[in-house]
């Protein structure tokens, strides 16, 4: 069986990760058996989660996940006309965002949900050691040079644009999710979690989205899925 390393249920979401979500979707869609195993980004691959392990094999990153899905047969989703800018917005530039707002938000619900197993003595110096990681990197990538009042703008129109992009579609893909909408699943999860901070409040407000996770929701999760059927 498949095992599916990734991050544990915790802020009142089945995932915190929205690559892990995102992946366990897309394993969810296909009908493939598969196991759950939470794990440390450091023992991935990559330093990263989620990884998928088969037998000898470990195949990093979400991406890389549904390409071995659909190229082997498992997984047959539609391919909606703005699937590649609708990854690209979520994946390339809305989720930096969310990674910025989390850890300046809520710092001690991330301390305590993933470092419980570091000795107590060390947990804040090792949890500190990461957050100075993840500004570095969003500093490289360019988010982190951003004031937060320029994140909410470009936001804002990225959900608006999102909301157009979907128009009166069920799904970005049509009458059935697809890649594009497990990582937009996935991302909008962590915006409903029981955390709280500007950006998740933000994308609350557009009800469009809100009423569109719901319904990739219901499609996937709230009964046994199948990538052939149609949405309600």
Known sequence: MLKLHGTAPAFGVR??????????????LSGVPYEKVADQPMNGPRKKVPFLERGDEV???????????????????PEGPCDALVLRTIE????????????TYSPDELKAAY?????AMLRSFVFNKVH???????????AGRRPEEEMLR???????ALTRLLDDKPFFAGTRPGVADASAHGLFTQFLSDLSDPLSDLFQEHEALVRYHSRVERFVYGEVASANKEAA
């Open 92 to 103: 390339e530039h809305l989720a930096f965002f969310a990674v910025h707002f989390r850890f």
């Open 154 to 160: 470009l936001a804002r129109a990225d959900f608006a």
């Open 132 to 142: 100075k990681s993840v500004k570095s990197n969003l500093f490289a990538q360019g």
């Open 59 to 77: 195949i990093a990153d979400s991406a890389n996940i549904a390409k071995m899905l659909i190229d082997e047969g498992k997984l047959d989703l």
């Open 115 to 119: 470092f419980a197993e570091v000795p």
């Open 15 to 28: 995932n915190p990760s929205p690559y892990c979500l995102k992946a366990e979707t897309l394993l969810k």
